[in-house]
């Protein structure tokens, strides 16, 4: 017998959670859309060369690919992974964006503030909150080399959150050209700084003793690994000049924060972390994330990556994002928040499916709708005390029987 179950790393969404997960959508997509960002869609498929020449960090080695097909599918033994797949699974939003850019620009505002909300695929290990079919909801601008861009994404991701019902979160930033100064300085090579970034990344996961073992095994001197650990973990925004030259991104990250400090008003705080890395090589300025509560995971990251859509136009273009995690919001807000799980009122409009007028049901559905209630129209059947009890399950708050009842009966009193 087949099995029903879904694929391993992804799930079925059940009619409750997805009520909560249209609604929080909706209200990030309003906050996003009063900030002047505009929605676009880009496909789940881009080509295998676009793919692994996009400095995707770890998220190449977890590529969903696609096997080509027909006459152009040559199998042998030797055949490699670009001689079976030409195609494969977008693994980001940012990816797909700047391709579309790059093939649309001439048609665009600019700057360009794009909203992007859709699935993402990981060939990664399945865990709580993590899963290898994901939502992202992404905003991004492109065309503003200032740090405004930056300032308005963080502002505009926190309202977002903040509607949504989170609050005391935590907004930390760090400047990839700082970081790469710092590597370079404890005596690695320029060359190697993206792999050293690889290992950083997984601090919060396996700690300084983990990537230290991790960075000896890949053939790094101890010498270097000691200096570069001493210098991710001592270095703060009071003795950073101390460890660094690069005045040009000091002053952005330091201008970013003092204006994000001032416009998060208290609801959520703004720190530099040093040891903030996020995985992705093709990141170039100034990087954040947002941490909340006690999970040991980020709801929200991005950066700028100036490089990426010259690869494309042969055009240098400023750009940064900022994503926010969808489903491990929708994970805390699940376990933390059970008014996360209230939603319009629902009710349930009854009627005789003998003796009713189908355009007369759907016309007193229409009334009550026209008032705010979510309708469902259900056919009565013999049984109707019994068909009520079944229907009593948390998602109504009550029911009319078309043609007798003029208000709502709550559940309860039935």
Request: some cysteine; charged content about 25%.
């Amino acid at each position: 017998m087949i099995s029903s179950k879904p694929v391993r790393g992804t799930r079925d969404i059940l009619p409750e959670e997805m009520k909560i997960r249209d609604r929080l959508e909706q209200q990030i997509l309003a906050v996003y859309r009063a900030h002047g960002f505009s929605r676009i869609e880009t496909p789940v498929m881009e080509n295998l060369e676009l793919l692994l020449g996009s400095d995707g960090g770890e998220n190449l080695k977890m590529l969903f690919t696609i096997l080509k097909r027909g006459e152009k599918l040559v199998l042998n033994q030797d055949a490699g992974v670009s001689d079976l797949c030409d195609m494969g699974l977008r693994f980001d939003l940012t990816l797909p964006l700047s391709r579309f850019y790059s093939n649309n620009q001439e048609g665009l505002e600019t700057p360009f503030k794009a909203i992007q909300i859709g699935n993402v695929f990981r060939a990664e290990r399945p865990q709580k909150g993590r899963f290898r079919a994901f939502k992202q909801c992404d905003i991004d601008i492109i065309g503003d080399p200032t740090v405004s861009a930056e300032i308005e994404l963080m502002d505009t991701t926190a309202k977002a959150l903040l509607t949504m019902g989170f609050a005391g979160f935590t907004i930390k930033v760090n400047h990839r050209q700082l970081l790469s100064e710092v590597i370079i300085k404890a005596g690695f090579a320029a060359d190697q700084v993206g792999t050293v970034c690889i290992a950083l990344d997984k601090m919060d996961k396996i700690g300084v003793a983990g990537v230290t073992g991790e960075l000896l095994e890949k053939g790094h001197e101890q010498e270097q690994v000691d200096k570069l650990m001493a210098c991710v973990t001592g270095i703060n925004l009071d003795n950073l000049e101390q460890w660094v030259e690069d005045t040009a991104a000091i002053g952005e990250l330091t201008e970013v924060i003092n204006a994000v400090k001032t416009l998060a008003k208290e609801q959520f705080e703004v720190v530099f972390d040093f040891s903030l890395i996020r995985g992705m090589g093709y990141y170039t300025g100034l990087i954040f994330e947002v941490s909340y509560g006690p999970y040991g995971y980020s709801i929200a990251g991005g950066g700028r990556y100036d490089n990426m859509i010259g690869k494309y136009n042969k055009v240098s273009v400023p750009a940064v994002g900022f994503s926010i995690g969808f489903e491990r919001i929708i994970t805390i807000l699940m376990e933390e928040q059970q008014d996360a799980r209230q939603v319009d009122p629902a009710v349930i409009l009854f009627y005789d499916p003998q003796t009713s007028n189908m355009v007369d049901v759907i016309g007193a559905g229409d009334l009550w709708r026209s008032k705010g209630y979510l309708v469902n129209l259900v056919a009565m059947k013999k049984k109707f005390g019994k068909q009520i009890a079944v229907w009593d399950n948390g998602q109504y708050q009550g029911f009319l029987v078309f043609g007798r009842d003029e208000e709502i009966k709550k559940f309860q009193e039935n």
